[in-house]
Antibody, heavy 118, light 110 residues
Framework: EVQLVETGGGLIQPGGSLRLSCAAS????????MSWVRQAPGKGLEWVSV???????YYADSVKGRFTISRDNSKNTLYLRMNSLSAEDTAVYFC????????????WGQGTLVTVSS | QSALTQPASVSGSPGQSITISCTGT?????????VSWYQQHPGKAPKLMIY???NRPSGVSTRFSGSKSVNTASLTISGLQAEDEADYYC??????????FGGGTKLTVL
């Protein structure tokens, strides 16, 4: 069974940094593309970042230069390093799988809440 | 990376059909057959309902169908049921190798 479990969220002060983790089971992270999607409280979904099977990474303009997506193949885990956080980054962060050769998110984690506030 | 355009809300009575539109550009919706739709109930993770414009994943009801014309994709739900009440989001792959979501549509079953 495919499972994605996000951890690492919490309360962080503006300007601070945080690293989110997404532990995968039931499949191999490096054999698929993986993405982060966020949802601000009461708002819609916003695509954040992707890491393709070959290692190429892409980011939404809103986080480019501040966020870094990566993966640890030995731990079968996806990460999102977030720097220079602001209130606008407050959201539930979901990790999602993109099957190889596909262009949609077929499996999602339950999300982890990041709150940026002083 | 402008969000795709969806109506904020739609409603229908049980048994009726509704359609949710999703308008983008030639760089996303119009450029690829890579539109997907997600259902999200409050406090839950999104669930894939339609992929590649009109394909249903295993386990998704045949009451859900998708289509596309030029830069606008549509999700149709027939035979509305109370459990269909949720938020629905469209998404498209883009020419920048990224994704974009719609603003979301709240479906109310009257």
């Amino acid at each position: 069974e495919v499972q994605l479990v996000e951890t690492g969220g919490g309360l962080i002060q503006p300007g601070g940094s945080l690293r989110l983790s997404c532990a995968a089971s039931g499949f191999t992270v490096s054999s698929n593309s993986m993405s982060w999607v966020r949802q601000a409280p009461g708002k819609g979904l916003e695509w954040v970042s992707v890491i393709y099977t070959g290692g190429a990474t892409y980011y939404a303009d809103s986080v480019k230069g501040r966020f870094t997506i990566s993966r640890d193949n030995s731990k079968n885990t996806l990460y999102l390093r977030m720097n220079s956080l602001s209130a606008e980054d407050t959201a539930v962060y979901f990790c999602a799988r993109v099957l190889v050769w596909s262009h949609y998110f077929d499996s999602w984690g339950q999300g982890t809440l990041v709150t940026v506030s002083s | 990376q402008s969000a795709l355009t969806q109506p904020a809300s739609v409603s229908g009575s049980p048994g009726q059909s509704i359609t949710i539109s999703c308008t983008g550009t030639s760089s996303d919706v119009g450029g690829y057959s890579y539109v997907s739709w997600y259902q999200q109930h409050p406090g839950k993770a999104p669930k894939l309902m339609i992929y590649d414009v009109s394909n249903r994943p295993s386990g998704v009801s045949t009451r859900f169908s998708g289509s596309k014309s030029v830069n606008t994709a549509s999700l149709t739900i027939s035979g509305l049921q109370a459990e269909d009440e949720a938020d629905y989001y469209c998404s498209s792959y883009t020419s920048s190798s990224t994704w974009v979501f719609g603003g979301g549509t709240k479906l109310t079953v009257l």
